[in-house]
């Protein structure tokens, strides 16, 4: 029998950053992960945009969260020895004057945007109202995801398996899974939490995003780009094309229907030819609030959930892991805006 202090399961963005925090708090760590192919982190771009929608509004706790999730991937990158962190300017593109106007009459004081004293991507882009820069990042998520899991290979701390409930024993004490005997078993699964038996109170508002991946000759630049669709550049020299979002879905496989918009949405945007050379799709795990879902089950304790990062991952998970990490040292009082708790109907007075 092994013997740890925490089993998790899923090695996305959430559990990456979840199991990081804690060895670095001297807990004996665990990971079992199925590699699905199509997880949501596996599929994202990894783009970390300090503002959201047609106002530019200032993302939830932005200036609190972005320092720290440059210094956790700085801090990665270094002992990994892989290109983790980015930052980037996002060029965004006006798609109506009166998107222009807005922009400049409401962004003043905005320490994330400005205006570009000269226009760029001339003759590549339909730009007729110009752009904005937006100061975001990039997370590798390609070189993150699977350096860290060669990281915990190394350390006998990867279990590549797929988790099924039934095998789970919750005891008073903690939790027995096969040869694994834990104190408490962590879910940052994803999407599969919502057909998790101990879950079946959290509100998930899952929703679907495909992507494309373009070839664009013309264009070489390292910032993204962004007009209907968001173009990032990739290590291989492709773009990363997307998203879409889609509520009602039937699979998780990618569709014909989302490519034709995606087309089109990229023909709105670039003037230089293009060729698709693949399409990704995923589910985003997000909570009916949009704030992450963390915290211990009120009536076992010895199971856990770190969930809900919706749109946001890459920025989100670095603060929240750690925070959820000192929770459950006993360091800290967790959040009540992330408190799985407000799925169960528990005041804390
Ligand atoms: C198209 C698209 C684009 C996106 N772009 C961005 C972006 O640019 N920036 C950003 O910040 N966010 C982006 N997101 C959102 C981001 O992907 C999510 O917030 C984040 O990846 C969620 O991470 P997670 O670890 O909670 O879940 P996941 O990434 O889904 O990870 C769950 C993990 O659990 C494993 N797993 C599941 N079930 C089991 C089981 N039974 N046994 C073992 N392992 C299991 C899976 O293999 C997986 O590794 C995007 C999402 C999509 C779909």
């Given at each position: 029998m092994k013997r740890v202090d925490y089993l998790i399961v899923g090695q996305g963005i959430a559990g990456t950053m979840l199991s990081w925090f804690l060895l670095r708090a001297g807990k004996r760590v665990i990971m079992m992960d199925d590699g699905k192919a199509n997880s949501a982190s596996r599929v994202a771009a990894g783009i970390i945009n300090p503002v959201s929608g047609r106002r530019f509004e200032p993302a939830w706790m932005y200036d609190t969260i972005y320092p720290f999730a440059r210094a956790t991937y700085e801090e990665m990158g270094k002992l990994?020895?892989?290109?983790?962190?980015?930052?980037?300017?996002?060029?965004?593109?006006?798609p109506t004057q009166q998107m222009r106007d807005a922009f400049i009459s409401k962004t003043n004081g905005n320490a994330y945007t400005e205006m570009p004293a000269q226009l760029r991507y001339e003759g590549l882009l339909d730009q007729p109202f110009g752009a904005a820069i937006v100061r975001g990042a990039t997370v590798n998520l390609r070189a993150l995801l699977?350096?860290?899991?060669?990281?915990?290979?190394?350390?006998?701390?990867?279990?590549?398996?797929?988790?099924?409930?039934?095998?789970?024993e919750v005891k008073g004490t903690g939790v027995v899974y096969e040869d694994i005997q834990a104190d408490k078993i962590i879910f940052c699964d994803g999407m599969a939490t919502a057909a998790s038996p101990f879950?079946?109170?959290?509100?998930?508002?899952?929703?679907?995003?495909?992507?494309?991946?373009?070839?664009?000759?013309?264009?070489d630049?390292?910032?993204i780009i962004k007009k209907g669709i968001t173009l990032v550049p990739q290590e291989d020299g492709l773009f990363w094309a997307g998203s879409?979002?889609?509520?009602?879905?039937?699979?998780?496989?990618?569709?014909?229907?989302?490519r034709e918009i995606l087309e089109r949405n990229l023909g709105q945007l670039l003037k230089a030819p293009y060729e698709i050379q693949g399409q990704l799709a995923s589910v985003r795990p997000s909570g009916n609030d949009r704030r992450p879902i963390v915290g211990l089950h009120p009536q076992y304790p010895a199971i856990g959930l770190f969930n809900g990062l919706g749109t946001?991952?890459?920025?989100?998970?670095?603060?929240?892991?750690?925070?959820?990490?000192?929770?459950?040292?006993?360091?800290?009082?967790?959040?009540?805006?992330?408190?799985?708790?407000?799925?169960?109907?528990?005041?804390r007075g």
């Open positions: 990994l020895q892989v290109d983790v962190f980015r930052e980037r300017e996002l060029w965004s593109v006006f699977p350096a860290w899991r060669s990281y915990l290979e190394a350390r006998e701390a990867l279990v590549s398996s797929h988790f099924q409930q039934d095998r789970l879950f079946k109170e959290v509100k998930f508002l899952p929703n679907k995003g495909e992507v494309l991946l373009v070839r664009i000759p013309g264009l630049t390292a910032d879409s979002f889609v509520w009602d879905y039937e699979n998780e496989a990618p569709t014909l229907q989302q946001k991952g890459c920025s989100l998970a670095p603060f929240m892991a750690a925070h959820f990490a000192e929770v459950l040292s006993g360091n800290a009082l967790l959040m009540r805006e992330i408190s799985l708790e407000r799925y169960f109907n528990i005041s």
